[in-house]
C-alpha cells in the first residue's frame, strides 16, 4: 500500500508541474513569435493578461485541490471507521465461529478459526490492513493533484468547443411597432490573439451568420497583445457578414483593445465592416432604433479620463454630455458598453432601454448550474445572461474567449440572439 502510494504521489507531482510549465511555455512562446509584443523578454511581464494567468493559477490551485482533498477525506474517514470496525468484529467472540463443519468447543484451547482453516498468524493479520496517517495524507494529496489536472483539462476543453447560441427574447412595454421581433446579435470578448486565431474568428462569424439577425452588434476586446490583428477580421466579416445584415453591424472597444493602441484597432475593423461607436450617438436608418457607444472608461493609462467620465458615486455622467443630443425623438434607445457599470443610471436618468454589455466572460468560473455564483461578482452586480430592473433591461454575454488562461468552469463560450418583443 505505501509503496502504490508513493508511486501515484509521484507521478501527480510530475503531471501537474508538467501542465504549469507547458502552459507558461505556450504563453512565451505565442508572446514571442509573430512579433506579438515590443521591449526586452522581461516586458511580458507587465502585461495586464500575463498577470491575470498568474491569479488564475492561483485560483485553480487551492480551489481544486480542496475540493478534492476534501472528498478523498471524506471517504479516508469512513474507510478507517470501517477497518476498526472489522478489526473490533475480530476481536470479539461472535467473530469467532464453527469451521469447516467442526464445532468450536471441540478446536484446541490454542487454535483460532483462522487456524482451522489452514491459515497462519500472519495471513490472518493481512486480511485487512488498516492505513496509515502517511499513506492517507498522501493518498487525499495525490487526489488533489489528480483533481487540479482534471479541472484543468476540463476547462481548457469547456473553452475550446464551438459557441453556443443564448437566445434571449425580452418584452419591451412601450416598444415602437416596427421593432417588434427585431434580433441583435451580441459578439463580446473575442481577444483575438494569444489564444483565439482566424479559424475561431471564422467559426464565431458563420455561426453567427447562421441566425440572420437585423443588427450585429460587438461590445469589446475584440483583440490581444497586437492591434495589427484586428486585420484578420475582414476576410470572416467579407464571408460571412458584411452586406448580409439589413440593419449594420456595429461595436465599441474594450479594456484590452485600449491596452494597445485604439486609434489602429479602430481603424482596422472599421475597414472590415464594422461601425465603431466612440463616444457616439447615431440614430440606424429606416427603424426607430438609436445607438450609444462607449469607449471603455477604465483601460489603461486613463485614469484621468474615467475621473472626468464617473461621479463621485461610480455612475458614469450624463451620456449626452459625451456623445451629444439624441436628434431624433421616439426611438428605442440601445447602450453599448464593455463593461456592465452605471445600469441604474442609464436606466433612470438617460432612458436607454437595453444596456449591453460584456468584459465578464460570464465569471469565467462558476458554479455549473448557478452562473450568479461567480468569480465576476467580487467586481459587479451584472455578470451573466439578461437583468429586467428600473423598467430596462441589460444583458451581459459570456463571450467567447477566456481572460489569462484559455480556461472555463461553468459558463460556456457563447454568441447571445437578442430578440426584442413588445409587451
Excluded: C
Excluded at 53 to 68: E, N, R
Excluded at 128 to 152: H, N
Excluded at 338 to 345: I, K, L
Excluded at 387 to 412: C, E, N, Q, T
Amino acid at each position: 500500500m505505501r509503496r502504490s502510494s508513493n508511486v501515484l504521489y509521484k507521478r501527480a507531482v510530475h503531471l501537474v508541474f508538467a501542465l504549469f510549465n507547458l502552459l507558461w511555455f505556450l504563453t512565451v512562446y505565442f508572446i514571442f513569435t509573430g512579433d506579438l509584443m515590443s521591449g526586452n523578454a522581461f516586458t511580458f511581464l507587465g502585461r495586464p493578461a500575463i498577470a491575470w494567468q498568474m491569479v488564475h493559477l492561483l485560483i485553480i490551485v487551492p480551489f481544486s485541490a480542496a475540493a478534492y482533498f476534501l472528498f478523498y477525506a471524506a471517504k479516508g474517514v469512513f474507510y478507517l471507521a470501517k477497518s476498526d470496525k472489522r478489526k473490533n468484529e475480530a476481536k470479539s467472540p461472535k467473530a469467532v465461529g464453527a469451521s469447516d463443519g467442526v464445532p468450536e468447543t471441540l478446536l484446541p484451547a490454542t487454535e483460532t478459526a483462522a487456524e482451522s482453516r489452514g491459515e497462519s498468524k500472519a495471513e490472518s493479520k493481512a486480511e485487512a490492513p488498516a492505513m496509515t496517517r502517511r499513506d492517507f495524507v498522501k493518498t487525499a494529496a495525490s487526489a488533489g493533484l489528480f483533481g487540479i489536472v482534471a479541472l484543468s483539462t476540463y476547462g481548457v476543453l469547456r473553452q475550446s468547443v464551438s459557441p453556443g447560441i443564448q437566445r434571449v427574447r425580452i418584452p419591451v412595454v412601450g416598444l415602437p411597432r416596427g421593432l417588434d421581433g427585431f434580433t441583435v446579435a451580441h459578439v463580446t470578448d473575442i481577444h483575438l490573439g494569444l489564444w483565439s486565431n482566424q479559424r475561431e474568428l471564422s467559426r464565431a462569424m458563420f455561426r453567427t451568420a447562421e441566425q440572420k439577425p437585423d443588427m450585429v452588434i460587438f461590445t469589446g476586446d475584440m483583440v490581444d497583445h497586437n492591434p495589427e490583428l484586428a486585420a484578420e477580421y475582414k476576410k470572416p466579416m467579407d464571408d460571412f457578414l458584411t452586406g448580409k445584415v439589413p440593419h449594420g453591424i456595429y461595436g465599441v472597444l474594450g479594456n484590452h483593445d485600449h491596452f494597445l493602441d485604439p486609434g489602429r484597432i479602430t481603424e482596422l475593423l472599421e475597414a472590415s465592416g464594422i461601425r465603431m461607436l466612440r463616444e457616439e450617438r447615431i440614430n440606424v436608418d429606416g427603424i426607430p432604433l438609436s445607438l450609444t457607444g462607449l469607449d471603455d472608461q477604465g483601460f489603461h493609462r486613463s485614469w484621468l479620463r474615467r475621473r472626468k467620465m464617473v461621479n463621485e458615486n461610480g455612475n458614469l455622467l450624463d451620456f449626452s454630455e459625451v456623445t451629444g443630443p439624441l436628434e431624433r425623438e421616439g426611438d428605442f434607445k440601445i447602450l453599448l458598453n464593455h463593461r456592465p457599470e452605471g445600469f441604474r443610471q442609464a436606466a433612470v436618468e438617460n432612458g436607454f432601454g437595453l444596456y449591453l454589455a460584456g468584459h465578464t466572460h460570464g465569471g469565467q468560473y462558476s458554479v455549473p448550474g448557478f452562473p450568479e455564483i461567480n468569480l465576476a461578482n467580487m467586481v459587479y452586480k451584472y455578470t451573466s445572461g439578461l437583468y429586467s430592473d428600473f423598467g430596462s433591461h441589460i444583458h451581459v454575454s459570456g463571450g467567447l474567449a477566456a481572460v489569462g488562461i484559455p480556461f472555463r468552469f461553468g459558463p460556456w463560450p457563447e454568441i447571445s440572439v437578442i430578440t426584442l418583443a413588445r409587451a
